[in-house]
Nanobody, 126 residues
Framework: VQLQACGGGLVQAGGSLRPSCAAS????????MGWFRQAPGKEREFVAS????????YYADSVKGRFIISRDNAKNTVYLQMNSLKPEDTAVYYC????????????????????WGLGTLVTVSS
């Protein structure tokens, strides 16, 4: 599985961005796709996850109510709608796939994911 993330950029605080992540290669229907982020000098942290088959979602408290993760299975693509952005959201955003069959969405640790995209930079200016 290969992942390609794009759609980052520079935005002012309060603005919106919608990065996307396209997956290629074989993926099962009931897998979990996640978004993580890593700011300079900080560890990679969980942002959101979605079960590709069920459509169920889970969010980190820091983004709940502002970010929305969604998927288009026909396009093998996952999106992260980011609204009301804050300077502390500035980071490189990575998409990842937990490729084992699962009905869960509670995969929040980076080592639970096997495949990773290269990341897309999101910069929020104050």
């Amino acid at each position: 599985v290969q992942l390609q993330a794009c759609g980052g950029g520079l935005v002012q605080a309060g603005g919106s961005l919608r990065p996307s992540c396209a997956a290629s290669g074989r993926t099962f229907s009931y897998v979990v796709m996640g978004w993580f982020r890593q700011a300079p000098g900080k560890e990679r942290e969980f942002v959101a996850s979605i079960n590709r088959g069920l459509g169920t979602t889970y969010y980190a408290d820091s983004v709940k109510g502002r970010f929305i993760i969604s998927r288009d299975n026909a396009k093998n693509t996952v999106y992260l709608q980011m609204n009301s952005l804050k300077p502390e959201d500035t980071a490189v955003y990575y998409c990842a796939v937990q490729p084992s069959f699962s009905y869960s969405i509670y995969y929040i640790r980076p080592n639970e994911y096997k495949h990773w995209g290269l990341g897309t930079l999101v910069t929020v200016s104050s």
